[in-house]
């Protein structure tokens, strides 16, 4: 069993950065590829960043050249670094992990994933 904690939430204006970190336990962390959703109030849950085993990454339109995912094995760790925040990125931000054979691969829907994190909020003021 995989856990996964995230961390890095908060409140920020409008235009700021704000980093997100996800550490997960076990020893097998190169072999999953890892992925970012979020969930804002009334919504569905939506896919925003994955990073492949490769590092190779992927990102939905509405945060592209924003959001910067990366992971540093040495920690376990993937991060999502958001730049240039809009108020409509407020959202509760949810880590994945999937275990995963290919190594370029980067899974962007929810039942591709294994194991999730418990989320973290995200609120951007105007």
């Known amino acids: 069993q995989v856990q996964l904690v995230e961390s890095g939430g908060g409140l920020v204006q409008a235009g700021g950065p704000l980093r997100l970190s996800c550490t997960t336990s076990g020893r097998t962390f190169s072999t999953y590829s890892m992925g970012w959703f979020r969930q804002a109030p009334g919504k569905e849950r939506e896919f925003v960043a994955g990073?492949?085993?490769?590092?190779?990454?992927y990102y939905a339109d509405s945060v592209k050249g924003r959001f910067t995912t990366f992971r540093d094995s040495t920690k376990n760790t993937v991060y999502l670094q958001m730049n240039y925040l809009k108020p409509e990125d407020t959202a509760v931000y949810f880590c994945a992990a999937r275990s995963a054979t290919q190594q370029h691969y980067v899974a962007s829907r929810q039942y591709e994933y294994d194991y999730w994190g418990q989320g973290t909020q995200v609120t951007v003021s105007s």
């Open positions: 990073i492949a085993r490769s590092d190779n990454t």
